[in-house]
């Protein structure tokens, strides 16, 4: 027989990926499909279902001519996709209204409705997360409010990932990473608690969320009317599969609490695995869902802090007047150019807050300390340090500040860059390991479907078989000492964007 494969697919905010590997992690091919988000109104983020599930067609059938496999050499199939946001369909699968994205702030005044009332402090011993505008929790009550014609056609409440594998099974149902992010699920007892309903004012819609499965199980099999659409063979297993960021984490091979889960691509999501969950509202300080391995907690910090920010200053400042350059030479240019400079000729500090952070609350992006002195040089160094200041803030939030003994995963665009890679290792002050791949989130679900489909015995031997390391950069200990200072400066910018932002 051919050599077998296994298929990942993510259903990201910005487009749909569908990536093929071999048993033994190396990825094969990657085909991906953009689809523009429909915005109707302002803060509404939405996109057809059915046009999604088309894109999806297309990107797996790419894939696995690009990869040169059939479908019968296809072990399993796996899918993992942004969380939270609400795919509503009736009880044969029609939509019933378009697919809301995990970007969408219709409900946001919900939410602080359920902060200032106390519902989110009684619900938290449950949920151990705080409410946020597109999660269920809060855009179900949207929708009784504000359109209940279409909960009333409504049979079941999907997550987009959730309509994908009913496309291709015929079946209904969710998993549990996804469904812990709901603010819907009780994580002590892994289950939707009719008392969370209760609480939000909701108590007839617990009957539209679907059955709940382990991510790494057999959700279903690739139906008849799937296989005639993507090419794959009916019968094929289809794990129930993850979360976006559970992928990632098990397909950089984290395993235990001391190891950290760094993603640093448009966003800069920073993870970690916890055998406990905080319970106290008052202590709330990260967000807590289910870890990808039962029996685990996952904690996150997550904030639009990353390479989006580096983007826009290449855009904006560096491309124009550098047509005939493409994209990659130009970020290879600013690569050697941030090599060249020592850190100590500048003391320029960019807070990375163009798309938004959570501290200060309502700051924005900035450079502090330029001069005449200052070369644009200088102030780019500033944004690749500033995203990496942000990432330490951050950590710091999941773990304290004595990183002694941790162990680094890193992936995401800057993980791309040795330059880059370099200094976080120096800003963390511990080695950062890459991780050999890039689509990282569709390997961590092909991975799922390998341990559903028997392919792996088990999540150890799936992370021993697959999860294939890059390089290993280590601290530089001249510099480390000189980031230790430059991350002094960049917590007192944060402080002065503290008092600026007061009325």
């Not at 929708?143 to 009913?166: A, H, Q, S």
């Not at 819609?205 to 199980?217: A, D, F, G, K, T």
């Not at 904030?303 to 007047?321: C, E, H, K, Q, R």
Request: proline content about 4%; some cysteine; hydrophobic content about 40%.
């Amino acid at each position: 027989m051919a050599d077998r494969v296994l298929i990942g697919i993510d259903n990201g905010g910005s487009e749909t990926k569908c990536a093929v590997f071999s048993l033994d992690g190396r990825e094969l091919a990657v085909a991906s499909r953009r689809l523009p988000i429909e915005v109707p109104h302002p803060g509404w983020s939405e996109r057809d279902a059915k046009r999604v599930w088309e894109m999806n067609v297309e990107a797996i059938r790419e894939a696995l001519s690009s990869a040169k496999v059939t479908g019968e050499q296809v072990a399993g199939v796996g899918l993992t996709g942004y969380g939270n946001g609400v795919c509503l369909v009736d009880e044969n699968g029609e939509p019933t209204y378009k697919a809301v994205v995990s970007t969408d702030e219709r409900a946001d005044d919900i939410c602080s409705e359920f902060a200032e009332t106390g519902v989110e402090r009684a619900i938290y011993p449950m949920t151990c997360q705080s409410t946020w505008a597109a999660q269920p929790a809060a855009m179900l009550v949207w929708f009784k409010r504000n359109m209940p014609e279409v909960l009333e056609r409504t049979r079941w409440c999907l997550g987009i990932k959730d309509y994908i594998r009913f496309r291709l099974t015929g079946t209904f149902t969710t998993e549990m990473t996804e469904a812990s992010s709901t603010c819907l699920l009780n994580l002590h007892t892994r289950s939707f608690d009719p008392a969370i309903f209760e609480a939000l004012g909701i108590p007839e819609l617990h009957r539209i969320m679907p059955p709940v499965c382990e991510s790494c199980s057999a959700a279903g099999t690739i139906s008849a009317e799937g296989a005639k659409e993507t090419g794959l063979v009916e019968g094929t297993p289809v794990a129930a599969g993850y979360f976006d960021i559970d992928a990632a984490e098990f397909a950089s091979g984290v395993a235990d609490t001391e190891t950290l889960c760094l993603i640093a691509g448009t966003w800069s999501i920073n993870e970690r695995l916890a055998l406990e969950a905080n319970t106290d509202y008052d202590k709330n300080k990260n967000t807590v869902t289910l870890g990808y391995r039962p029996g685990f907690f996952n904690v996150e910090e997550s904030w639009p802090t990353s390479a989006s920010n580096f983007d826009w200053f290449v855009s904006n400042l560096l491309a124009p007047g550098e047509e005939s350059v493409s994209r990659s030479d130009l970020y290879a240019k600013c690569n050697a150019a941030v090599a060249a400079l020592d850190p100590n000729e500048s003391d320029v500090v960019f807070v990375p807050y163009l798309y938004g952070a959570s501290y200060p609350s309502g700051a924005d992006a900035c450079f502090m300390g330029l001069t005449s002195y200052t070369t644009r040089e200088h102030m780019l160094l500033a944004v690749y340090e500033g995203v990496c200041f942000s990432t330490l803030w951050n950590v710091h939030q999941l773990v304290g500040k004595d990183l002694t003994g941790r162990h680094v995963r890193l992936s995401g665009g800057v993980a791309k860059s040795h330059e880059w890679t370099q200094i976080m290792a120096d800003v963390l002050g511990v080695p950062v390991e890459t991780l050999a791949n890039t689509e990282l989130s569709a390997q961590g679900a092909a991975m799922s479907a390998g341990v559903a489909a028997g392919v792996y015995s088990d999540f150890d031997d799936a992370i021993a078989q697959a999860v294939r390391l890059g390089e290993t950069v280590n601290p530089r200990p001249e510099r480390v000492e000189t980031y230790r200072r430059k991350f002094a400066r960049y917590e007192r910018a944060l402080e002065a964007l503290a008092v600026f932002g007061k009325e």
